[in-house]
């Protein structure tokens, strides 16, 4: 059974940075999008960065020059770089990738960003 893991959460500064990865333990095939979502407290899960089979890549307004999507093809790893962060951006971050094959979707299970001072 495929699982992805996520890693790379915690507490930063407003300003700092942070690096998430979530990679795929197991066999995992046909994956033509992989993407972040947050979900802020209160709020429903929101796409954050996105990036599909082609390369292309999509961020949401609220993180747009300050957040970067890239991967692993190799290792079926996707990372999301967050720079000059704020503390509208402290949300559980959940990696997301979508298959041409059943089930067609795999979640992370999420993992904690706090920005504060």
């Known amino acids: 059974q495929v699982q992805l893991v996520e890693s790379g959460g915690g507490l930063v500064q407003p300003g700092g940075s942070l690096r998430l990865s979530c990679a795929a333990s197991g066999s995992i095939f046909s994956i033509y999008a992989m993407g972040w979502y947050g979900q802020a407290p209160g709020k429903q899960r929101e796409l954050v960065a996105g990036?599909?089979?082609?390369?292309?890549?999509n961020y949401a307004d609220s993180v747009k020059g300050r957040f970067t999507i890239s991967r692993d093809n190799a290792k079926n790893t996707v990372y999301l770089q967050m720079n000059s962060m704020k503390p509208e951006h402290t949300a559980v971050y959940y990696c997301?990738?979508?298959?041409?094959?059943?089930?067609?979707?795999?979640w992370g299970q999420g993992t904690q960003v706090t920005v504060s001072s």
């Open positions: 990036i599909i089979s082609g390369g292309s890549t």
């Open positions: 997301n990738f979508k298959t041409s094959v059943a089930p067609y979707e795999h």
